[in-house]
């Protein structure tokens, strides 16, 4: 029997639907579901991550306090000062001063004076006092001079020259009429207590140090006397010099 072209035709495509694999609603809900799950395990994945990152996430560390300057000249003389002069002015080192029991009003001055201040240098430089003003106040200047002052003075130890003593003690005294070198002690008192704020107490003072700061007068690399000790030193032999040094260090 023959067929005509359009029944071949339509016999084809009904074929072909016959082998086309068959689509359902369950088949819709499957792929609906397999979206969902997906979603929902790169939704899980996410929120993982983020809590491993809260979790590698370093704490930070609070700013430490910043320290406070001390402002009582117990606690100023406690710190950088003590190396050298001891905690309370006793210095034990030949070459720094002790500072306990001096004036007051001479300690400020000095003070002041090491401190370079708007560009200009210090009244009285000193390698090592001049930095170490530099960061202090009037009133942390006007604390430390009231604490040293009021602290007291260890003795100072006689020298065992005692032919340098004796000749100290005369010139102290009494000065050297023949070259004009007037008595220490009309400046610095009998005893060596000083008078305020210019004349500074000297009883008990290290030898070493007074000579040093007797060269610098007489070299004029120290200037803060009004060129009273600039005068004087002119008209002292080395060996006067010593002398008076070593006799302070031993008056009580």
């Known amino acids: 029997m023959k067929m005509s072209k359009k029944s071949l035709a339509i016999i084809s495509v009904f074929a072909l639907a016959l082998s086309a694999p068959a689509f ?4 819709d809900d499957a792929e609906d579901s397999e ?6 395990v790169e939704e899980a994945a996410d929120e993982e991550v983020a809590v491993e990152t809260e979790e590698q996430e370093p704490e930070v560390a609070e700013a430490p306090e910043t320290p406070q300057t001390p402002t009582s ?4 003389a406690a710190g950088a000062c003590a190396g050298c002069h001891g905690a309370d002015g006793n210095s034990i080192i030949p070459n720094f001063p002790s500072l306990a029991g001096q004036q007051e009003e001479y300690l400020l001055k000095q003070l002041q004076e090491f401190k370079a ?8 430089h000193s390698d090592a006092m001049t930095p170490m003003v530099a960061g202090l106040s009037i009133e942390n200047m006007e604390e430390l001079a009231a604490f040293y002052s ?4 260890t003795p100072g130890q006689a020298s065992d020259n005692e032919n340098l003593v004796a000749i100290g003690k005369v010139i102290y005294h009494g000065g050297n009429i023949e070259n004009g070198v007037p008595a220490c002690a009309s400046c610095h008192g009998p005893t060596g207590k000083g008078i305020p704020p210019h004349y500074p107490a000297l009883a008990g003072q290290h030898a070493p140090y007074t000579l040093m700061q007797l060269d ?3 070299k004029g690399e120290r200037t803060n006397d009004d060129q009273v000790m600039q005068q004087v030193l002119t008209r002292m032999s080395g060996i006067e010099k010593q002398a008076v040094s070593a006799y302070i260090q031993g008056m009580r």
């Open 117 to 124: 201040e708007d560009g200009e240098p210090a009244v009285r």
């Open 216 to 218: 610098l007068f007489n």
């Open 150 to 153: 009021s602290q007291e003075a």
């Open 24 to 27: 359902t609603a369950d088949d």
């Open 73 to 76: 000249g117990k606690d100023i």
């Open 35 to 40: 979206v969902v799950e997906s979603q929902a």
